[in-house]
Each structure stands twice: as structure tokens, then as C-alpha cells.
């Protein structure tokens, strides 16, 4: 997962920037836009679309949802949830630091 991911370079390429970036220190990313992320990127490095089984995957390898959210409740259309920024973090996937690649394990 993290290979194809890292592979792709989705988070380098600025076509893709639109629906998932670096955050400015370089230390997570986010998912800007989580459907066009699922339909523009998911199927072109991964052989799904579905957002939830990509969040699995990253849970598998340690990262973690850094919650900024400011809809927490039910009430907000999943239309709305989707233009959400989602962060990610894990200690050792730093921008420009491939070298600590190799230590982002599976669990």
C-alpha cells in the first residue's frame, strides 16, 4: 500500500493537488476532497475507489487521523463530509525524507 502510494508520488504531483497534499510543515497530508479523491487518484494507484478500505490501509501501517473537524455531528450532508480535509500522520512519512520509508511497517 505505502509503495504505491509513495510510487505513484500522488503527493508530489500537482494534478493532484486539488484532492491531496503535503500540510505546509511537511509532516502529515491531507484529502482535500474525499469522493474526487476516490474517483480522480484511488483507482489509478490502487486497485479499489473506496475511501474507507484506504483509511484501513494507512490504519494498517500506523498512521493517524489528526481530527480537525468542525462537523462532528450527524446532521452534516455526507455532500459536506466529503469537502472536509482529512489529515494524516505518521512520525516516520515526512516530506523528503524517503530514507525513513523503510521503517513504516505493517502491523
Known amino acids: 500500500m505505502l509503495i504505491c502510494f509513495v510510487r505513484h508520488r500522488i503527493l508530489e504531483d500537482d494534478d493532484y493537488h486539488r484532492w491531496i497534499c503535503w ?4 509532516t502529515s497530508f ?9 474517483r480522480q487518484i484511488l483507482p489509478k494507484v490502487f486497485k479499489h475507489n473506496n475511501y474507507t478500505s484506504f483509511v ?5 501501517y500506523g498512521f493517524h ?8 455531528h450527524n446532521s ?3 455532500a459536506v463530509r466529503d469537502l472536509e480535509p482529512r489529515e494524516f500522520f505518521h512520525p516516520k512519512f515526512i516530506r523528503f ?4 520509508l523503510g521503517e513504516i511497517r505493517r502491523k
Do not use: I, M, W
Not at 482535500?32 to 476516490?38: A, M, R, V, Y
Open 23 to 26: 500540510s505546509a510543515p511537511g
Open 30 to 38: 491531507l484529502v482535500l476532497d474525499s469522493g474526487e479523491f476516490c
Open 56 to 60: 484501513r490501509q494507512l490504519n494498517l
Open 65 to 72: 487521523k489528526l481530527n480537525r473537524s468542525y462537523h462532528r
Open 76 to 78: 452534516v450532508s455526507d
Open 97 to 100: 525524507r524517503t530514507d525513513l
